[in-house]
């Protein structure tokens, strides 16, 4: 899986992998949604998905490693569809990570990932997609939440 932001290209792209085998690349570049995600596809992956704690670690450091200015907005496979409202009671609320490898992406997660930087606007009609946010943190790292 692949994260791709709205920020100028490094020398090259950060990439790790996790005990359980997920592998994640960071790639620095100002694009949409659609071409982050074909990006990715060109790169035999998908955007990325965070199913706990350890991928959103493994995520966060990649993109520390990548010197990434603050705030960032990177585009990561969180996405409603037109046909799903909103719900606020689910930490994704109503959002849910598109398919990677023939739909091994979780819809499942703790509500610990549930932080959002600014809560969705409520809606049933329209498709959206949200980001990972990164703002400058303090001593804890950066501070991350979802943005629509």
Do not use: I, M
Request: glycine share 12%; proline share 9%.
């Amino acid at each position: 899986a692949c994260a791709l932001g709205r920020t100028p290209p490094p020398p090259r792209a950060a990439v790790g992998c996790s005990p359980a085998g997920a592998c994640f690349s960071a790639h620095l570049a100002s694009v949409s949604y659609a071409e982050a995600r074909g990006a990715c596809d060109q790169r035999r992956g998908g955007l990325a998905w965070v199913s706990g704690e350890p991928e959103l670690r493994l995520l966060l450091g990649l993109l520390a490693e990548a010197a990434v200015p603050s705030p960032a907005l990177f585009w990561v496979g969180l996405k409603r569809n037109a046909s799903t409202c909103t719900h606020e009671e689910q930490p994704l609320r109503g959002f849910s990570w598109e398919g990677v490898g023939g739909g091994t992406a979780p819809q499942e997660v703790p509500a610990a990932l549930g932080r959002w930087v600014q809560e969705p606007l409520r809606s049933c009609l329209t498709a959206r997609c949200a980001g990972l946010h990164l703002a400058a943190g303090l001593r804890d790292g950066p501070s991350w939440g979802w943005k629509e």
